[in-house]
């Protein structure tokens, strides 16, 4: 079964920046995207951003545009998530995805493990 594993959380102050990674030991089958989804605590899971498994079209929740930039290292089959200008609201545990497309992303069974991202005010 293909591994999806997260790194790059961890506490920062408010405008601060962090980057998450998240690494695919393989390509699930039947995966045509990968993302992000994020989790505050008492919080439902919410979307912050997909990327094509080719890297070229992106999507984003309206929360985080103009702050987060998502990418793909194809050879390495990594996404990245630079999140810049950060918030105490984007405090959640962050979870790496993968699926058919970017409407299967919640119910897929492709998850990672997650990685905390704390801000600070």
């Known amino acids: 079964q293909v591994q999806l594993v997260e790194s790059g959380g961890g506490l920062v102050q408010a405008g601060g920046s962090l980057r998450l990674s998240c690494t695919a030991s393989?390509?699930?089958?039947?995966?045509?995207?990968m993302g992000w989804f994020r989790q505050a605590p008492g919080k439902e899971r919410e979307f912050v951003a997909a990327?094509?498994?080719?890297?070229?079209?992106?999507q984003y929740a309206d929360s985080v545009k103009e702050r987060f930039t998502i990418s793909k290292d194809i050879a390495e089959n990594t996404v990245y998530l630079q999140m810049k200008n950060l918030k105490p609201e984007d405090t959640a545990v962050y979870y790496c995805?993968?699926?058919?497309?970017?409407?299967?992303?919640?119910?897929?069974?492709?998850w990672g493990r997650g990685t905390q991202v704390t801000v600070s005010s």
């Open positions: 995805v993968a699926a058919p497309g970017v409407a299967t992303m919640r119910s897929s069974n492709s």
């Open positions: 393989g390509r699930p089958f039947g995966s045509n995207v």
């Open positions: 990327i094509s498994w080719d890297g070229v079209d992106t």
